[in-house]
């Protein structure tokens, strides 16, 4: 074993250029949600890729933006903090955005950064060739840019490449976690979170950014294979309650039913899923309501 590599590598960047999405391929399972909609990861998660002779173990962050509450001003926390500490930084942009504003505050950041740096142009699925082009002219413009790669974490192309490169920062190390353990997230706030991508997914425009999700209660059954899930959404607005609920209660059950499937894939038994809807006003504001949810 006195070969072995291993490292941290943080995924850092703007908000839905597909962070989670990479992160879910390298690995090959789906351990962070994904939305088509910015700022879905509010919290770092921690994705382990277990090979014979080095681990990689990858850090999620949200998207970095503007703080708008202080569940924002946490989550750029949790993204500003993982900068450190690691052997690597993987920066992901887009390549149908190219480097925006926004991008370029970050790599700004990024130059302060005693890690290494590595950008993947994700999206190329999509990009024209011409945008991927553009997108790596202006990185490569970036001296403490060490290399830059390209492909699409939707297709896995370009992501063997990329593991290989991110391998090279590697030092001699242990190996952190055991070779089959993908996340280090409790399957509490696992079930939380597949919960929230479906109301994401499932919701109107103005109410998800106020979602939040709590599990209160998981309880396996004695008699047989089975586990009964208890768990909460939370919103900001009566009105957004009753959008939640949907008419004669079809949204929330819809949101229960797709959310289940996921989460009995997950725990490898049949789930009875219990879900609830409470108003909790500003509780993006409430240091109380944070913790609760997991964002401490
Ligand atoms: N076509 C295509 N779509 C992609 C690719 N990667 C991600 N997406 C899509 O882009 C959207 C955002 O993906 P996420 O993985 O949630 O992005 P993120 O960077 O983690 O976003 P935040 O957590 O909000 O910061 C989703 O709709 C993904 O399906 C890709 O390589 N090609
Ligand atoms: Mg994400």
């Known amino acids: 074993m006195s070969d ?54 990858f850090l999620d962050t949200p998207g970095v933006t503007n ?19 690691v052997e690597a930084i993987l920066f992901v942009a887009d390549a149908t955005q190219g480097v925006r504003e926004k991008d370029a505050v970050l790599l700004d950041k990024l ?17 024209s060739l011409g945008q991927a082009n553009e997108a790596e002219e202006t990185l490569r413009s970036y001296a403490f840019v060490k290399t830059v790669l390209r492909g699409s974490a939707e297709t896995g192309k370009g992501l ?24 280090d997230q409790p399957e509490r706030l696992l079930c ?10 499932l919701l109107r425009e103005e109410v998800p950014h106020g979602v939040g999700v709590g599990v209160e209660k998981m309880e396996r059954r004695e008699d047989r294979d089975m586990m009964d899930v208890y768990a909460t959404i939370y919103c900001e607005r009566e009105s957004h309650k009753g959008i939640i609920i949907g008419k004669g209660g079809s949204m929330l059950k819809k949101i229960g039913q ?3 499937k ?21 509780w993006r504001n409430r240091q109380g309501m944070l913790h609760e949810l997991g964002y401490e």
């Open 262 to 282: 996921d989460i009995e894939w997950m725990l490898g038994c049949p789930v009875n899923l219990q879900l609830w809807v409470k108003i909790k006003e500003d």
């Open 192 to 201: 939380g979170e597949l919960i929230r991508e479906k109301a994401l997914l």
């Open 4 to 57: 072995f590599l291993s490292g941290f590598v943080s995924i850092i960047g703007s908000p839905n250029v597909g962070k989670s999405t990479l992160l879910n391929k390298m690995i090959g399972q789906k351990i962070s949600i994904v939305t088509d909609r910015a700022q879905t990861t509010r919290n770092k998660i921690t994705g382990v890729l277990s090979r014979q002779d080095y681990q990689i173990v």
């Open 111 to 127: 130059s302060q950064a005693k890690a290494p740096v590595v950008a993947f142009i994700n999206k190329t699925d999509i990009a």
């Open 160 to 183: 063997e490449e990329l593991e290989q490169a991110l391998r090279g920062f590697l030092v001699p190390g242990p190996q952190y976690f055991p070779e089959d353990m993908v996340t």
């Open 67 to 85: 703080p708008k509450n202080k569940l924002g001003e946490y989550m750029q926390k949790v993204a500003y903090d993982a900068m450190n500490e």
């Open 258 to 260: 797709e959310s289940r």
